[in-house]
Each structure stands twice: as structure tokens, then as C-alpha cells.
């Protein structure tokens, strides 16, 4: 129960950081940052280097495809146990865009 009032004091935390990043141009370095201390901190760098440079490849393939299609989108922004996300700017035309 203390480790669960830890993650919660963390998570509460966090959630600000994470907001007030999104505000700055350091959101997307940041985000990660926060994010590979977080990973670090239960199961060790070379883990959490691992997992988020996975997680970063992913949100690239996504990045790739906005950018083909002429949608723009926000930076990259890593949330600590979640993933990341990047949001698009604008809705897509029709399902097939999405």
C-alpha cells in the first residue's frame, strides 16, 4: 500500500509536469525524459531506454503517415506506463485518412 501511495503521489505529480510540458517546446524531450527516469527508477536505464526508443519508433510510423497525408500534428508527448501519443491537428477527410 505504500508503494500504491507512491505511484499515486507520482502519478499526481506527473500528470502536472506532463501538462505544463505540453505548453513548451521542450514537450516532446521532456515527455521522454520524464518518462525513460520514470521506466528507470523499477526496472533499471538499459530497460527504459529500450522501451521508450521502442515506443518512439511507433509514434514515428504514425508521425510518417500524418506527414504523408498533409495532416499536421502535435509533438510527441510520453506519458510513463501509458505510452505517447501524438494528436492530430485536424480531423481526417474520411475513415480511409484515419
Known sequence: SLLGTGAL???????YLLAALKLTKLASLGSMVFTIGTYSMF???????GMVGLITVHEAGHALVMLQRGISFSPMVFVPFMGAFIE???????????
Open 88 to 98: 492530430m491537428n485536424r480531423t481526417p477527410r474520411d475513415a480511409w485518412e484515419d
Open 9 to 15: 503521489v507520482l502519478w499526481g505529480k506527473g500528470k
Open 43 to 49: 526496472f533499471g536505464l538499459p530497460y527504459a531506454v
